[in-house]
């Protein structure tokens, strides 16, 4: 018995050492894991701040680059504008300049539209006297729109030409129309037949008296030829579009004759 206690003891003291020994030993494994698992999570935080440092420096690079295409952008536009503003300055001095020779122009322009009129009256005066009421009127109306001030300079050039266009056409056009002869101080209604301003003649209404105006005497003149009366018989129809075209004999004759 003796030999016995101190070997029991013995080990229990073994025991009790090598369990205190593996206590210890665990408590530094969970410290270790403890301090393993902190420095895995700071490492997981770090690398997460420099994925969010990339990323945001990403953003940041992207951003640069629209900004640096936008800037482009906006240099392209302001050398276009650049253009458009100088060929909008030389298009304005272009213009400056046509006003100014558009007034210079005006100046002279309303002076020759008078002359223009004044001309037209008195070749009125001279020319055969066919349709003179309407012609007379439309020189008066010429007169009166040249002193229109809120009539532009262009049409009143446009009305003046356009009366010049008129008596142009009447020399190469046949025309007939109604009105009234004064003959022997004995005024009656007749039918006119104009040829240009080669001839004017006349037929009474009741189609037994004709005649022509003689330039050469500035009156008119009857016709007693029976092929005068014929012929400007057949000269009404034609003008009234009643017959086709045909010649005709007007008296021309007579009138180089009463020269």
Do not use: C
């Amino acid at each position: 018995m003796k030999m016995i206690i101190p070997i029991t003891i013995t080990s229990l003291l073994l025991s009790f050492a090598i369990n205190a020994q593996q206590v210890i030993s665990g408590d530094k494994t969970q410290a270790i894991i403890e301090q393993g698992n902190k420095r895995l999570a700071d490492n997981q935080q770090a690398q997460q701040s420099v994925n969010n440092i990339a990323e945001q420096r990403q953003q940041l690079k992207k951003q640069f680059v629209d900004e640096l295409k936008l800037l482009d952008g906006l240099s392209m536009y302001n050398s276009m504008l650049d253009r458009q503003l100088a060929t909008q300055q030389s298009e304005i001095t272009k213009l400056n300049t046509s006003i100014n020779n558009a007034t210079l122009i005006e100046r002279q322009v309303l002076p020759l539209l008078v002359r223009m009129v004044d001309a037209m009256e008195s070749f009125l005066q001279l020319d055969i006297p066919f349709l003179e009421e309407e012609r007379n009127n439309r020189v008066q109306g010429l007169r009166a729109l040249l002193t229109e001030s809120a009539i532009t300079t262009s049409e009143k050039a446009r009305r003046v030409f356009e009366a010049y266009q008129i008596e142009n056409e009447y020399g190469y056009t046949i025309e007939a129309y109604k009105g009234s002869v004064e003959l022997d101080n004995n005024k009656f209604a007749v039918d006119f037949l104009r040829i240009g301003r080669i001839a004017l003649l006349y037929r009474d209404l009741s189609g037994n008296n004709f005649g022509f105006w003689n330039k050469a005497k500035n009156d008119w003149q009857p016709l007693d030829e029976s092929q005068y009366k014929r012929h400007i018989t057949k000269g009404l129809k034609i003008a009234k579009e009643e017959l086709s075209p045909e010649l005709i004999t007007i008296p021309l004759l007579n009138v180089t004759e009463a020269r």
